[in-house]
């Protein structure tokens, strides 16, 4: 590997994506780095101009003036930050929502056309392969189910929380969302979390059975659940799951440790869960808080043929 191998690169993707002349590419009026920049304070309601500048690594006078346009425009206010007056705090007005949300739609349809042109076949290592370059050249890649974000959020900036309106259809949504980009599942997939938690919302027992979703900076970024199994002194373990962005802080063992110790809380025996040998980051994180493989089977699901595996925990055993 060498420098011009990578200079190489860069130059073949962002041709591909269209960074040369990102505004006719997605038909809006932004460059790149503003597109990124309104993305920023989408995702992230309390941000501080101090703080986006460093996230983004932007000269601060080149930001500034980002950041006028946009307010000129209508797209962001600025105040007082409440962390520290001395700062300036930068807010998305609704208009500048609606132009974040837009750009996004626009961009999802520009990547889901290039996708498009990968046969199915080819799309698992290609989905492989970006995983590797993020992870390599991410400052944290000591785990590789560890993709750090270009946020430089904390664990403990993570709140776990019980689910509010709407969040129930957000667990749906994101699920079929996700498994759909990552690993090409079908609408299939979608019926089945779908069940899953509707059978939750409409019939569960509040002190046997719960839903936890995962809060940073405000909005959402993973759930799982905790439900009854058929087998006696049994719960099961569902539907866990990370955001892209937002893996790196370790949601994913906070989650399943919430679970375990709930599970253990209320006087079951066991706790099971099925998955697929595909998801290789969730296996290692079961395997880390001491589930143990005890059957697996191939099968054709959700378009893809795949090995269900199912995993369990003696919760009467100290790990």
């Known amino acids: 590997m060498t420098v011009q191998d990578i200079r190489a690169f860069n130059r073949f993707y962002t041709n591909v994506i269209g960074a040369l002349d990102y505004s006719r590419h997605l038909y809006a009026p932004f460059t790149l780095t503003e597109s990124r920049v309104l993305y920023e304070l989408a995702h992230s309601p309390r941000t501080d101009a ?4 460093a996230e983004l690594s932007l ?6 003036r980002i950041l006028n346009r946009f307010e000129q425009d209508g797209l962001v206010e600025r105040a007082p930050s409440e962390r ?21 739609e626009r961009a999802d349809e520009s990547v889901g056309a290039l996708l498009a042109t990968v046969p199915e076949a080819d799309r698992p ?18 785990d590789s189910e560890d993709t750090k974000d270009v946020r430089r959020s904390r664990p403990e900036d993570v709140v776990l929380r019980e689910p509010g309106p709407g969040d129930l259809g957000w667990i749906v949504q994101r699920n079929a969302a996700l498994y759909a980009a990552e690993y090409d599942f079908n609408a299939d997939y979608e019926g089945l979390v779908a069940r899953i938690v509707a ?24 759930c799982v659940m905790c439900v009854r199994d058929d087998a ?22 906070q989650l399943v440790a919430a679970v375990v110790e709930f599970a253990r ?40 043929d795949l090995v269900g595996q199912d995993w369990r925990l003696d919760l009467h055993e100290p790990h």
């Open 232 to 253: 006696p002194g049994t719960a099961r373990l569902r539907l866990l799951l990370v955001e892209p962005d937002a893996r790196g802080l370790r949601i994913g063992d």
């Open 199 to 222: 059978d939750f919302a409409e019939d569960h027992d509040p002190h046997l059975e719960r839903v936890w979703i995962a809060e940073l900076d405000g909005r959402a970024v993973g």
């Open 265 to 304: 809380g209320v006087g079951y025996r066991d706790l099971v869960l099925w998955t697929n040998d595909v998801l290789g980051a969730a296996r290692r994180i079961y395997q880390r808080h001491g589930f143990v493989l005890t059957a697996e089977k191939p099968h054709r699901s959700f378009g893809q």
């Open 84 to 104: 520290d007056p001395r700062r300036r705090q930068v807010t998305l007005t609704v208009r500048g929502r609606e132009t974040a949300v837009l750009l996004a």
């Open 125 to 142: 290592r290609l989905s492989e392969a970006l995983h590797t370059v993020r992870t390599i050249l991410s400052e944290d890649s000591e």
């Open 59 to 64: 000269d601060a006078g080149y930001l500034s």
């Open 50 to 53: 101090a703080d986006l500048r």
